[in-house]
């Protein structure tokens, strides 16, 4: 079956650095998403990767590796407003996005 | 980045009646719109993938007749929940694909929380 893991919370200090890790096992593979999520809110994109390696985006990047299957989100100089949930979604072969349960990740001053 | 909105943001209902909610891309062509559906402190869940034109592809367990969807245009897609019931109650959200590519990202509206009573 298809199936996505990345842990479930996450606590982190205002100002530092996060790693939230994703790893899938999919039918095909077309390409990796992350989403930020605000409670209440409809997710909004931050990241796609699809060849390996580290995207870098600002404050957020992205890297990822086909062959284990992984991928990971990296959040600096995390600010109180980065408090959110974090999903990850694989693209299968169908170019259907497999959804994770998305890691809550919790900002403390 | 395009724009894909929701309407309305907001409905509370009676248990038993239908309620539509629209969803569009503003400044873009979709053609294919995806409904979500999400559960407090649980992940987006996939109910129905519309491709304008032709029928919605439902995912297992969804009801077809109970949700109904309508991808009439490149613009628009409708979901409509009949005889809605409490265990109804969720946020629902669509997101939208364009016209550039399969494996282009997908564009979320705002979501709609629906209530029924």
């Known amino acids: 079956g298809q199936n996505i893991d990345q842990p479930t919370e996450m606590t982190a200090t205002e100002g530092a650095i996060v790693q939230i890790n994703c790893t899938y096992q999919?039918?095909?593979?077309?390409?990796l998403f992350w989403y930020q999520q605000h409670a209440g809110e409809a997710p909004t994109f931050l990241s796609y990767?699809?060849l390996d390696g580290l995207e870098e985006k600002g404050r957020f990047s992205s890297f990822l590796s086909r062959s284990k299957g992984y991928s990971y989100l990296l959040l600096k100089e995390l600010q109180m407003k980065d408090s959110a949930s974090y999903l990850c979604?694989?693209?299968?072969?169908?170019?259907?996005?497999?959804w994770g349960a998305g890691t809550k990740l919790i900002i403390k001053p | 980045g395009a724009v894909v909105s929701q309407h309305p943001s907001w409905v509370i209902c009676k248990s038993g009646t239908s309620v539509k909610i629209e969803c569009r891309s503003l400044?873009?062509?979709?053609?294919?719109m995806f409904w979500y559906r999400q559960f407090p402190k649980q992940s987006l869940m996939l109910m129905a993938t519309?491709?304008?034109?032709?029928?919605?592809?439902?995912e297992q367990g969804v009801e077809k007749d109970k949700f109904l969807i309508n991808h009439a245009s490149l613009t628009l897609s409708t979901l409509t929940v009949t005889s809605a019931h409490p265990e109804d109650s969720s946020f629902y959200i669509c997101?939208?694909?364009?016209?550039?590519?399969?494996?282009?990202?997908?564009?979320f509206g705002p979501g709609t929380r629906l209530t029924v009573l």
């Open positions: 997101s939208a694909r364009g016209i550039s590519g399969e494996s282009s990202e997908q564009f």
């Open positions: 999919t039918s095909g593979f077309n390409g």
């Open positions: 979604a694989v693209m299968d072969s169908n170019y259907q996005l497999i």
């Open positions: 990767n699809v």
């Open positions: 519309s491709n304008e034109g032709s029928k919605a592809t439902y």
């Open positions: 400044d873009f062509q979709a053609t294919t």
